[in-house]
């Protein structure tokens, strides 16, 4: 067993602190990874809380990834030592059911193995994640990540970046189609510039009139204000797609009507508890409201390269390991542009 060091949460309502775990030994198909940077996720703040059902406390949170190979077993073909490489949100999955044949690991019939708090074939613990210095996963579920990068703001791709990628690439949207983004966050601020990069005509809806300026920055061509009755309102029909961003209570109806005849609503955030609508506002504009959960391991693949090519990079503030219970109530807040990225080189100056 390899002795390793982490962050974890050990019951809902104490801060994140040092722990120390072991990961299991390489095995011929496994890599190695020196774990450099971790961005945040709500997700991780989700679990850690105790939000989701099925946390199994403690829980070493992080699922966006980054880091150089240290060790590869015998038999992995793809990564040698000191190559860049990443890890997202699942270290393995069935690989013989439907999805997983087609490539959508994500949607594993068997369920697939997340990167945290997921049994572990052959471990006593359940899968830990980034939020420490080393992590040891099979090589079908690592990342090539290019050396001409700047690997802090890649780190958020791994999750961000996907999630948001993922829908453009499945509805098949770009030039000539009018995108909305629900919510300039973490998601958001990705699907504006990766919207932006295929081509489409991108408008962010925002409750924050004071994030206009931000907005274009990223790549967005319009804005409109949703507490704005008349702006709101001037929208409706306007839209081809609507990526929805938001984990919150809000009013589908008030959404769905700005998208136009044959319009989709794509839902990207998961609310606490159920949001109602009414039938007539899909029925009378034959519009469609779908989901979509991050992408499978080749997709992620094309992602990386995709925003490789496009210089696409996630917006971050880099922090310490030890400044991750701020981090969470600043997330929570919405008091971060946009995504935070733990450095773990700072978590060699703990101790559990």
Known sequence: MIATKGYAAFDPNSPLAPFNFERREVGPHDVMIEIQFCGVCHSDLHTAKGEWPGVMYPVVPGHEIVGRVVRVGDHVSRFKKDDLAGVGCMVNSCRTCPSCQEGLEQYCENGNIGTYNSPEAGMDSPTFGGYSNQIVVNEDFVLKIREDQDLARVAPLLCAGITTYSPLRQWNIGQGHRVAVVGLGGLGHMAV??????GADVTVLSTSANKEADARALGAHNFVVTKDPEAFKAARNSFDFILNTVSAKMNLDEYVNLLKLDGTMILLGVPPEALA?????LIFKRRRIAGSLIGGIAETQEMLD??????????????????????????????????????MATLEDTSA
Do not use: W
């Open 193 to 198: 510039k990766i919207a932006a990069a295929m």
């Open 277 to 281: 609508l009414h039938p007539g506002s």
């Open 306 to 343: 995709f925003c490789a090519h496009h210089r696409i990079l996630s917006d971050i503030e880099i922090i310490n390991i030890a400044q991750i219970n701020t981090a969470y109530d600043r997330m929570l807040a919405g008091d971060v542009k946009y995504r935070f990225v733990i450095d």
